[in-house]
Nanobody
Framework: QVQLVESGGGLVQAGGSLRLSCVASGRTFSKYVMGWFRQAPGKEREFVGRISWSGGRIYYADSVKGRFTITVDNAKNTVYLQMNSLKPEDTAVYYC????????????????WGQGTQVTVSS
């Protein structure tokens, strides 16, 4: 199994930045591609981006491309989501995930989830 623990959420003004962290543990966590999702109230959970533990397989949703950056630190078993130029529409609960994705595909299939962390962007 895989356990994911998130941190770093908070309140920020539009145009500001936040960095979310996701610490992974468990016997097989390194076998998975890591992803970030977000869910606003009354909305479906949506894909934000993904990355492998080697730093490859990177893909971002169009809504965050150029503003958000996903990185990994293998020494700390941690995945980061650096969020810059934040907009009010970025307000959501952000979730870390461990899953898989086919090669040559934008699809991502989560198997495990973190608890979520609230990000609120004020105007």
């Amino acid at each position: 199994q895989v356990q994911l623990v998130e941190s770093g959420g908070g309140l920020v003004q539009a145009g500001g930045s936040l960095r979310l962290s996701c610490v992974a543990s468990g016997r097989t966590f390194s076998k998975y591609v890591m992803g970030w999702f977000r869910q606003a109230p009354g909305k479906e959970r949506e894909f934000v981006g993904r990355i492998s533990w080697s730093g490859g397989r990177i893909y971002y949703a169009d809504s965050v491309k150029g503003r958000f950056t996903i990185t990994v630190d293998n020494a700390k078993n941690t995945v980061y989501l650096q969020m810059n130029s934040l907009k009010p529409e970025d307000t959501a609960v952000y979730y870390c995930a461990a899953g898989s994705t086919p090669y040559y595909s934008s699809s991502y299939y989560p198997n495990y989830w973190g608890q979520g962390t609230q990000v609120t962007v004020s105007s």
